[in-house]
């Protein structure tokens, strides 16, 4: 098990062999440690989540919250390239854009209208982000046990679980912000490699000109990374808030790989060097985003898509009416998050979300209960906010580059929905912080286990912290299992029921 930190910055000052040895520990992929069965570690996980999210996948019968806007949309789409008001037998009004529709609807074409038909989409994007997760972690720690015990978080966590196995927009979106950092870290780890083989090759990072840079090359990941991007902006417009950090990892990541070869102004040649790329980023999201809408953009009778002579005044005109809409939503909401700090109310599970009710017997006693409650799994919660602060000290004592990562994708997730404090808000918005919260539990425990740059760990400590971290999955789990009932909407005697509302009327 490793978790490297990255090592103090110092130029190298010559092509010696000691020299390359420091810079070829500070660009070597962590990931290049990685036993070789490390695929199947991870898809054993991955199974695991497969099977979990698959199993019975139909029940609870019907609609169950969101899914009666959601699944009816994603069949229409797919019969008329647009929405369709039922009840109204018209054009239908939405005001989120129609690629996480289209997913839903493929699984309709596969299973049928029906509930397992609606909610495959979502269960195979949940059990695949479960997978790409863990090989994320694996190759950010250069651990499979790390990663692995990562990815059996995400499989073991309520709210994950729930989303997986429910028509709603949100795994998609937490699935395509995942995958385009996952392509970012990719792009890092292939960019720094990049360097490495220059200067083994016997360049000079500290000279000038185009002969102290590695030869030109696409950056393919980068390039996906923006793809991915786009494909979360056509699911939700809040996926926009994610752009910002991706160009800071970015420009960051290039910064850091020319100050650990030597370049001598690595801030401004990152700038020269890569800000061409950022900025082809730009139509590569928008044309991503905008082939989003073909069905509306190529069918007549689309809401609006008469408004004007020309598609794209009608389409511009859609958007300024949806996001009106959205900035005036404030309509109470039974389980909408309350107050200026409702991403701290997530974080503490303060006010969870019932997708489904039912109190007919079916139990075996006189009182029964079953419902689908969004509610991530406590321990693995409520351990969040301390995983956060520990990322934040071991992060700024081994200036890790992880930790960094870590908190900027989190902080992106969660601290723009503080600047709506009278927006109507669910707890399922922090669905795409739940991979970054988890990977700061792992970062926290990864460095308790290991040794800061430069100094040594006792194996006593290694074991007590490995086997402490063993225990805290397996409890997870066990957590998980308790909940179960509540995550499927198992009927369950009330009593039995009611004991799992741990804080009262807040879960209620």
Not at 61 to 89: M, Q, R, S, V
Not at 329 to 340: D, I, K, M, N, R
Not at 359 to 365: H, K, L
């Amino acid at each position: 098990m490793t978790q490297t930190a990255t090592a103090p910055q110092q130029a190298p000052t010559s092509t010696e062999p000691h020299v390359l040895s420091v810079v070829r520990r500070r660009l070597l992929p962590l990931e290049q440690r990685l036993d070789p069965y490390a695929w199947l570690a991870a898809l054993a996980v991955t199974f695991l989540a497969g099977v979990l999210r698959l199993y019975n996948l139909a029940r609870p019968p019907g609609k169950i919250f969101d899914e009666t806007y959601y699944a009816t949309d994603a069949h229409w789409l797919w019969e008329k390239g647009f929405e369709w008001d039922e009840k109204n037998n018209t054009a239908g009004y939405v005001v989120h854009p129609p690629l996480g529709k289209w997913i839903i609807g493929l699984g309709e074409q596969v299973l049928g209208y029906n509930e397992a038909g609606w909610r495959l989409a979502a269960a195979v994007f949940g059990t695949v982000s479960v997978l790409m997760f863990t090989r994320i972690a694996m190759r950010m720690f250069g651990s499979v046990v790390l990663g692995c015990a990562a990815g059996l978080l995400m499989a073991f966590d309520g709210m994950h679980f729930v989303l997986s196995r429910t028509a709603l927009l949100d795994m998609f979106l937490m699935f395509f912000i995942l995958a385009a950092f996952g392509a970012l870290v990719l792009d890092r780890d292939q960019r720094r490699l990049r360097w490495l083989r220059f200067v083994e090759a016997g360049g000079d990072p500290a000279g000038r000109g185009r002969g102290s840079r590695p030869a030109f090359a696409v950056p393919w990941w980068r390039l996906l990374a923006a793809v991915m991007l786009g494909c979360a902006l056509g699911v939700k417009w809040s996926a926009l808030a994610f752009a910002p950090v991706f160009v800071l990892l970015v420009m960051w990541w290039e910064v850091g790989a020319r100050r650990a070869v030597g370049v001598r102004h690595p801030i401004r040649d990152a700038i020269l060097d890569e800000g061409g790329w950022v900025l082809a980023a730009i139509p590569i999201v928008l044309g991503v985003y905008l082939a989003t809408w073909s069905g509306w953009i190529l069918n007549e009778g689309g809401y609006y898509r008469d408004w004007s002579d020309n598609w794209f005044s009608s389409l511009k005109h859609y958007h300024e009416e949806a996001l009106k809409f959205h900035e005036g939503l404030s309509s109470e909401h039974t389980y909408q998050s309350v107050g200026h700090w409702a991403p701290i109310q997530w974080l503490l599970l303060g006010r969870p979300v019932a997708f489904y009710w039912s109190g007919d017997p079916g139990c075996g006693v006189e009182q029964c209960a079953a419902e689908v409650l969004l509610l991530g799994t406590p321990l693995l919660w409520w351990s969040f906010l301390p995983a956060i602060g520990a990322t934040i000290w071991f992060g700024i004592a081994r200036r890790d580059w992880r930790a960094g990562a870590i908190l900027a994708m989190t902080a992106f997730a969660l601290v723009p929905w503080f600047f709506f404090p009278n927006r109507t808000m669910f707890y399922f918005y922090a669905l795409p912080a739940e991979p970054f919260l988890i990977l700061a539990v792992v970062f926290a425990f990864g460095a308790i286990m290991t040794a800061a740059p430069g100094k040594t760990i006792s194996e006593n400590r290694q074991l007590i912290g490995s086997v402490v971290f063993g225990a805290f999955v397996l409890l997870v789990v066990i957590n998980f299992a308790l909940f179960y009932p509540i995550y499927v909407g198992q009927s369950i005697p009330y009593v039995d029921w009611n004991k799992r509302m741990i804080l009262g009327n807040l879960w209620i």
